[in-house]
């Protein structure tokens, strides 16, 4: 982003926004939030009883979980952040989750396969335009010595997301069966996707950081250009997505993996992953925010840093749940590694959002989950379906556990990168 598209704005300018406003407009952003990991994840949690009625392998399953879903949520969020960061973004979030909210009421419908694909992609049409547009927002309300906190407190809607899909996807497929849950589960959705409209106001473009945007926005090219300048962004994209890689093949196939190795019911495991992914996530991303806000002060390389301290103290909790024999021990422990994983989101949306112009944060966003979710959400539950599938002739209902253990090994690669992240950060982001 060129400087000369923006011009200081006068401190003595009055406030637009209160603070209190302000923090009302972050808790609308983190429930909206929460409805999309909501949505996203009650497949991940009915996916047993899906398997078993619609006679799918587990390679179908990853691919219903995961590439069919990023693909398209990746390839249709890089036009939808390009017009967000020209236009309304509070109209986009709104219309965005209206949209993934009725594809999610209408997948209980579905009667083979295919149909089951469909209705996944039209939920990852609709995801696409939510997350990059409330980053900018957060980014223009928040000035930056707050905004590891913001986001840290934004990304605890993942968590809550998850906790409510594990519990009440496990507690309605009980009562009324799979189909039912969706269908149920769709409709606070599109509520709340009125209620957003009226409730939020736009705020005007680099309002935060003291800046009036004076100039057209770069085109497409010359944006790409600039975000790809920033070796800060190329590592902490490489960094990200195979940490991703690791954490969505983990979590949409920790279910299963209950449910086969440990013989627990959907009901069990949806209490139990409700408390580790759902509380134990939030709690890391929550208090990572505060943590890293109060390290960068010594040092801004902590923002990387942070990542590198989180993937190697969750290594041996991992391990643990997956080789132990016991149940509960295993389903307590899994608790630590979900606090530890979360513990840098907030960080690394900082810098994402830090290191480009304001008329870029939408689209740096977009590119950030573009790679993050094609890698990630899209091949990391592939690949672990399918190397359960090829090792199952030797271990049978364990596959999981030992493909679940060989893409561990990624967790490696993170973390030089993350280093190599760190290396460059502190010119780029005073930049």
């Given at each position: 982003m060129s400087k000369q598209n923006e011009i200081p704005n006068?401190?003595?300018?009055?406030?637009?926004?209160?603070?209190?406003?302000?923090?009302?407009?972050?808790?609308?952003?983190?429930?909206?939030?929460?409805?999309?990991?909501?949505?996203?994840?009650?497949?991940?949690?009915?996916?047993?009883?899906?398997k078993n009625e619609l006679g799918l392998s587990d390679t179908q399953l990853g691919l219903m979980t995961g590439l069919a879903f990023a693909i398209f949520y990746c390839l249709v969020g890089i036009p939808i952040a390009r017009y967000a960061d020209r236009n309304n973004r509070r109209n986009v979030i709104s219309v965005s989750l209206a949209i993934w909210s009725f594809m999610t009421a209408i997948t209980g419908l579905v009667g083979n396969y295919t149909q089951m694909l469909l209705a996944r992609i039209g939920v990852g049409i609709g995801e696409a335009g939510g997350t990059p547009s409330s980053q900018a927002i957060i980014s223009d309300y928040f000035p930056k010595e707050k905004r590891a906190t913001a986001f840290a407190i934004y990304a605890t809607s993942i968590y809550i997301g998850l906790f409510l899909g594990f519990s009440m996807g496990g507690i309605l497929e009980a009562t009324f069966g799979w189909r039912q849950a969706f269908m149920l589960l769709g409709v606070p959705g599109i509520i709340f996707s009125i209620i957003f409209l009226f409730a939020v106001?736009?705020?005007?473009?680099?309002?935060?950081?003291?800046?009036?945007?004076?100039?057209?926005?770069?085109?497409?090219?010359?944006?790409?250009?600039?975000?790809?300048?920033?070796?800060?962004?190329?590592?902490?994209?490489?960094?990200?997505?195979?940490?991703?890689?690791?954490?969505?093949?983990?979590?949409?196939?920790?279910?299963?993996?209950?449910i086969r190795v440990h013989e627990m019911t959907v009901l069990e495991v949806g209490f139990w992953l409700a408390i580790s992914i759902g509380i134990g996530g939030g709690i890391g991303a929550f208090s990572g925010g505060f943590i890293v806000d109060r390290l960068v002060k010594r040092d801004q390389r902590w923002y990387m840093w942070i990542g590198i301290v989180s993937i190697i103290l969750t290594i041996p909790f991992s391990f643990y749940t997956l080789f132990t024999a016991n149940k509960i021990g295993a389903a307590m422990c899994y608790f630590i590694p979900n606090v530890l994983f979360s513990l840098n989101m907030g960080a690394i949306l900082t810098v994402t959002q830090g290191v480009v112009g304001v008329q870029q944060r939408a689209l740096s966003s977009a590119v950030y989950y573009f790679v993050l979710n094609l890698v990630g959400m899209g091949l990391g539950p592939l690949v672990v379906g399918m190397l359960s599938d090829y090792l199952t002739p030797t271990y049978g209902q364990f596959s999981l556990r030992y493909a679940l253990f060989m893409v561990s090994v990624v967790y490696m690669i993170c973390i030089y990168f993350y280093w190599k992240a760190g290396e460059h950060l502190v010119e780029e982001m005073e930049t």
């Open positions: 006068s401190k003595n300018s009055p406030a637009l926004f209160s603070e209190r406003y302000k923090w009302y407009v972050l808790m609308m952003l983190t429930i909206v939030g929460a409805l999309s990991f909501f949505d996203r994840q009650l497949v991940v949690i009915l996916q047993e009883p899906i106001k736009e705020p005007p473009r680099g309002y935060a950081d003291g800046v009036v945007v004076t100039k057209a926005q770069p085109d497409f090219k010359r944006s790409i250009q600039l975000l790809f300048s920033k070796k800060t962004y190329k590592y902490i994209l490489a960094a990200s997505a195979l940490h991703s890689f690791v954490g969505y093949g983990f979590a949409n196939w920790i279910p299963s993996f209950f």
